[in-house]
């Protein structure tokens, strides 16, 4: 290499090392004038936590049943000959809720009745020479064949008697049957004939209905219950219904039956919720919100749940010491719900919590309380 070269080289070597002396020079002065600037303390608010109640629960919706319910069918065929009850009626067991004509039934009952009566009277003398053919075959006054004749005799007569008397009460039963009475205490909710409709004895069609009966003094809804959550419905201390009608009332029930079989299509299993309706404020066919309550705390210390974080470590909290100075504080959680986490350990009442601000804060750093 020439030396005109070689210095030349070593010229531009030696500008390429004062320019980077000179940026690094202007990079580190900015950044120290950069570290000079003020930058405020985080904001934070504080509160302490609540005391109140906290609890899981799972949410189903269903329809309100009545607790019992019936269709009604008359038993015997025949025409309407009056109704004692119309929508909305509210019967008891036992009462007459219609009248089928009796007039046929009736005429069939004497009948049967006059039948029997002959029936009865020759069995009885029937009865009368048996027992006397017994005292005279006691004295040698007949042959024993008298006997056996007058045996047979009443044997043959009381069968009959038996026979007339058994379709005596059959009689009786349909005639009994005319009445269509109440087979539970309830209200009607349907009618569907007027007095002189001529009604068949059959449970096969529809039409042969008379009336709808419910019994709504207790209510029932079937929840499908997840396959997951089987396990929680011992745990089950209240259930509390809401209905679209009384917005502002809560309905209390309990869980009465567990189906112990799950719905293969949909691995759900059916369970029963039965409230009490002693005013008849609930109907069936009504659309209800039902929440199964379980793991209820009462008189426990609640923090929202966004102000309690945790690392590998556990949960915890920023709490506010003196100086204003910001602590990580580990909790020890219990039930959570709705955005509430319950509080079983490491914090007390009077503690101050971060409320506001707690993202943009750490362990030992100073902070300014909002007012």
């Not at 202007?26 to 109640?53: C, E, H, L, W, Y």
């Not at 008849?280 to 309690?308: C, E, R, S």
Request: charged share 20%; with cysteine; hydrophobic share 40%.
């Amino acid at each position: 290499m020439s030396k005109t070269r070689k210095k030349t080289y070593l010229i531009a070597t030696t500008v390429v090392v004062i320019l980077a002396l000179l940026i690094y020079v202007r990079i580190k002065a900015n950044a120290d004038t950069a570290a000079k600037v003020f930058r405020p303390m985080p904001v934070v608010q504080v509160s302490t936590a609540q005391q109140g109640s906290i609890e899981r629960t799972l949410s189903f919706t269903g329809d309100i049943d009545a607790i019992q319910e019936a269709s009604i069918f008359p038993r015997v065929n025949g025409n309407i000959e009056d109704e004692y009850v119309n929508i909305g009626s509210f019967v008891t067991k036992g009462q007459v809720l219609a009248l089928i004509d009796t007039t046929v039934y009736s005429e069939n009952a004497r009948q049967v009745r006059g039948v029997y009566l002959q029936a009865e009277a020759t069995m009885e003398n029937d009865k009368l020479t048996y027992e006397r053919d017994k005292s005279l075959l006691s004295q040698n006054l007949i042959a024993k064949q008298d006997l056996d004749n007058a045996e047979a005799a009443y044997k043959v007569a009381l069968a009959q008697e038996q026979a007339a008397s058994a379709t005596l009460k059959n009689a009786e039963i349909q005639l009994g049957y005319c009445r269509v009475d109440a087979p539970f205490t309830g209200y009607v909710t349907r009618r569907f004939f007027d007095p002189g409709t001529y009604v068949t004895a059959s449970t096969n069609s529809s039409s042969s209905t008379l009336f709808y009966l419910a019994d709504i003094n207790k209510v029932k809804i079937f929840v499908n219950v997840l396959e997951e959550d089987i396990p929680i419905l011992p745990k089950v201390e209240d259930a509390q219904i809401s209905v679209d009608a009384y917005p502002n009332t809560v309905f209390h029930g309990k869980i009465t039956r567990i189906s112990q079989q799950l719905d293969l299509s949909t691995r759900t299993m059916p369970v029963e919720v039965d409230i009490d309706n002693p005013n008849g404020l609930l109907k069936p066919g009504m659309f209800a919100n039902v929440t199964l309550i379980y793991d209820k705390a009462a008189n426990t210390m609640i923090l929202p749940t966004q102000v309690v974080m945790s690392d590998d470590s556990g949960s915890y909290v920023y709490t506010l010491g003196s100086g204003d100075i910001v602590h990580k504080n580990y909790v020890k959680i219990g039930v959570t719900h709705d955005n509430q986490d319950q509080i079983l350990a490491g914090l007390s009442d009077n503690d101050p919590v971060v409320f506001m601000g707690y993202d943009v804060v750490h362990d030992g750093m100073r902070v300014r309380v909002a007012k």
